[in-house]
T-cell receptor, first 117, second 115 residues
């Protein structure tokens, strides 16, 4: 089975532009997570979904960030307008429903490296 | 809220030598503890996890970790490292309430292997 697929792998844009990052989770995984990784702050959980419903978006930095999951096989993270401080690697991860043997086992995509000039 | 501390930012080890990466956590209840590995340009991959029971857990790639409640630690070990182990290692603590799957990651330890 294919892993978590993210696109684009690299994105360079100018400040003020809209950025859309995409994620296809592993089929059958009920949970989807968006993380951001920077040198300064490490890995931060932005938002996660369960069965396409946002459960916790407390990590979303500000209103410029939004995430959607219109169906079980697709999610987007949008930044509008983008700023240089948004430059980071954005990871999508998915997991099966929680259970003693599966809890915490996240399957990560390869990430989308965003550079905002 | 839970937190994780990885005191070593960067560790260099000779190939074939033993390895121990440190992880300390803060959490009021019994934690769920994890170690993930990230190779350059890749996402994170689960190495091993601790939920309960035997405090010494075995993972993939020959890694093991020991949970010590008295020290609030979950250190990762490997008896003999290989050049392919060069990567960044993340400790994480989580809570799971069958609906809450939040993990908190440490800042990571970068492992360099020298010949």
């Amino acid at each position: 089975d294919a892993g978590v697929i993210q696109s684009p792998r690299h994105e360079v844009t100018e400040m003020g532009q809209e950025v859309t990052l995409r994620c296809k989770p592993i089929s059958g995984h009920d949970y989807l997570f968006w993380y951001r990784q920077t040198m300064m702050r490490g890995l931060e959980l932005l938002i996660y979904f369960n069965n396409n419903v946002p459960i916790d978006d407390s990590g979303m930095p500000e209103d410029r960030f939004s995430a959607k999951m219109p169906n079980a096989s697709f999610s987007t993270l949008k930044i509008q307008p983008s700023e240089p401080r948004d430059s980071a690697v954005y990871f999508c991860a998915s997991s099966l429903p929680p259970g003693l043997e599966r809890t915490g086992e996240l399957f990560f995509g390869e990430g989308s490296r965003l550079t905002v000039l | 809220a839970q937190s994780v501390t990885q005191p070593d930012i960067h560790i260099t080890v000779s190939e074939g030598a033993s390895l121990e990466l440190r992880c300390n956590y803060s959490y009021g209840a019994t934690p769920y503890l994890f170690w993930y590995v990230q190779s350059p340009g890749q996402g994170l991959q689960l190495l091993l996890k601790y939920f309960s029971g035997d405090t010494l857990v075995q993972g993939i790639k020959g890694f093991e970790a020991e949970f010590k409640r008295s020290q609030s630690s979950f250190n990762l070990r490997k008896p003999s490292v290989h050049w392919s182990d060069a990567a960044e290692y993340f400790c994480a603590v989580g809570i799971s309430n069958f609906g809450n799957e939040k993990l908190t990651f440490g800042t990571g330890t970068r492992l360099t292997i020298i010949p």
